[in-house]
């Protein structure tokens, strides 16, 4: 059976509503059966907007269909957590310090979901959680990347700020002080420094496309990477889901998927080329 596309286009607040009701029916363990991926047709269907609250589009809940569709992808992104808290927790119970936690994949697996739903379930097996410090962050501004002539190609590796984001992880190992993270802001498409603070206790969730990319600064940042965990979802998946969060973001189906084509492949290529840098390799599981 084929793997589900992770989802990454809810917005914080059904996401934490989700995963705080499925953590409440499933104490004291977590297990979950995914079933099989919707088809194009139906992930058309959920529509999307853009939520006020946090500038994030997010598809709609409203309606058995859609609700059923985003249930099937949550599921999915929830085993993916669940496999990486357990990976975690073996690690610390072994003596293992884990300040900075990585979560690298190609674009399009939903690295922010299940980042968010990794500090959610640590948190209720009582392992502090500093924050999440994700590399997007460190997009170029578009003003800079108009400036270097790459924004036709944003999202590739040479469009972040990799020895700005290193620097960030060098910061957050050494514990000295809080350090404020940037964010990135899907509405603005643009990143916003100072958004995050990252208290000097606790582990640090970082997730990115190129944590385990093998190039200068990128190199540097996977040293400050205490546990990489590559999240490992099919290219078809991947482009399908990377077509409609381009729609939802503005772009016709036609752009959506010449972007996907000419930007998101090459990249996803790099992402998978570097995967065995990685220190686990986790998937969804599908069941039978």
């Avoid at 990454?8 to 509503?17: F, I, N, P, V």
């Avoid at 119970?93 to 697996?109: D, F, K, Q, S, Y």
């Avoid at 999240?231 to 399908?240: E, K, L, S, W």
């Amino acid at each position: 059976m084929d793997q589900l596309p992770l989802v990454d286009t809810a917005d914080d607040h059904s996401k934490r509503l989700i995963v705080s009701s499925r953590l409440r029916a499933s104490q004291p363990a977590l297990s979950f059966t995914v079933s099989a991926p919707p088809q194009n047709d139906e992930v058309s269907a959920m529509s999307t907007h853009t939520d006020t609250a946090d500038n994030q589009p997010a598809g709609s809940i409203s309606g058995s269909a859609p609700y059923a569709i985003y249930s099937e992808r949550a599921s999915a992104s929830l085993s993916v957590a669940q496999q990486v808290v357990d990976l975690v927790l073996h690690r610390l119970a072994n003596g293992e310090n884990i300040r900075v936690l990585g979560l690298t994949g190609p674009p399009g697996t939903g690295k922010t979901t299940v980042a968010a739903l990794v500090a959610e379930i640590l948190e209720t097996a009582d392992v502090a959680v500093a924050g999440i410090a994700p590399m997007d962050g460190f997009h170029m501004s578009n003003a800079v990347l108009d400036d270097l002539e790459r924004h036709d190609r944003k999202g590739a590796p040479d469009t972040f700020d990799v020895w700005g984001y290193q620097a960030l992880l060098a910061r957050i190992q050494a514990s000295e002080h809080p350090v404020f993270a940037p964010d990135y802001n899907r509405g603005l498409h643009e990143p916003v420094a100072a958004s995050i603070l990252i208290p000097t206790e606790g582990i640090v969730i970082t997730e990115g496309n190129y944590l385990a990319f093998d190039e200068p600064g990128w190199r540097e940042a996977r040293g400050h990477i205490d546990f990489l965990v590559h999240i490992d979802t099919p290219t078809d998946a991947v482009m399908r889901r990377l077509v409609t969060r381009h729609e939802a973001f503005g772009k016709c189906r036609a752009d959506a998927a010449h972007w996907v084509r000419t930007v998101d492949a090459p990249n996803i290529e790099l992402v998978a080329e570097c995967a065995s840098r990685a220190d686990a390799i986790v998937s969804p599981q599908t069941g039978e």
